[in-house]
T-cell receptor, first 116, second 114 residues
Framework: AQTVTQSQPEMSVQEAETVTLSCTYDTSESDYYLFWYKQPPSRQMILVIR??????QNATENRFSVNFQKAAKSFSLKISDSQLGDAAMYFCAYRSVETSGSRLTFGEGTQLTVNP | KAGVTQTPRYLIKTRGQQVTLSCSPI?????VSWYQQTPGQGLQFLFEYFSETQRNKGNFPGRFSGRQFSNSRSEMNVSTLELGDSALYLC?????????????FGPGTRLTVL
């Protein structure tokens, strides 16, 4: 079974600064997807970014980018130019390609605070 | 296009009762997944339905069940409620539930069991 670990329960950043959230995972599969989801106080989960394991190039979406290290099974999220609206709980998630369906395995989450 | 909707948004029940939660996926989406979110256990996968068939099931007792209708709307039912069932229940939909699909989440149903 796959597991996802987020070792930082809480992080804080100053507005306009850069912050990196960590995520490690464990799997015996070679093909999979990794995701970062954001959950603001409204509780609506929003997809931030996704990475396909067979792609070596790190995914980027505007101010959000990842550092994907497949051998180390590490998948960190970097938020540049942090904004107040980035404050939320961030979840790292894993999805298998080898098994059917869209089941996601989530990490414990990191609560991000953005200070003005 | 309307997003994923879940009803009701809030629910209060007492131990021993049963409850039914509803999820309407984005139009055209045929896969619906359910997750339970609690402070202690985090986000845990309950089950996934695709074209009215359960495709995957998480590690939950048989008190948790679900179904999907021909219009892709899904319901989950919890019988004989326990205090530990208090949680935010999230529903997510995707086009066909393949590994390449993006899942879109609903706002959740907050269930409180007294």
């Amino acid at each position: 079974a796959q597991t996802v670990t987020q070792s930082q329960p809480e992080m804080s950043v100053q507005e306009a600064e850069t912050v990196t959230l960590s995520c490690t995972y464990d799997t015996s599969e070679s093909d999979y997807y990794l995701f970062w989801y954001k959950q603001p106080p409204s509780r609506q989960m929003i997809l931030v970014i996704r990475q396909e394991a067979y792609k070596q190039q790190n995914a980027t979406e505007n101010r959000f980018s990842v550092n994907f290290q497949k051998a180390a099974k590490s998948f960190s999220l970097k938020i540049s130019d942090s904004q107040l609206g980035d404050a939320a709980m961030y979840f790292c998630a894993y999805r298998s390609v080898e098994t059917s369906g869209s089941r996601l395995t989530f990490g414990e989450g990191t609560q991000l605070t953005v200070n003005p | 296009k309307a997003g994923v909707t879940q009803t009701p948004r809030y629910l209060i029940k007492t131990r021993g009762q049963q409850v039914t939660l509803s999820c309407s996926p984005i139009s055209g989406h045929r896969s619906v997944s359910w997750y339970q979110q609690t402070p202690g256990q985090g986000l845990q996968f309950l089950f996934e339905y695709f074209s009215e068939t359960q495709r995957n099931k998480g590690n939950f007792p048989g008190r948790f069940s679900g179904r999907q209708f021909s219009n892709s709307r899904s319901e989950m039912n919890v019988s004989t409620l326990e205090l530990g069932d208090s949680a935010l229940y999230l529903c997510a939909s995707s086009f066909k539930g393949s590994s390449t699909d993006t899942q879109y989440f609903g706002p959740g149903t907050r269930l409180t069991v007294l």
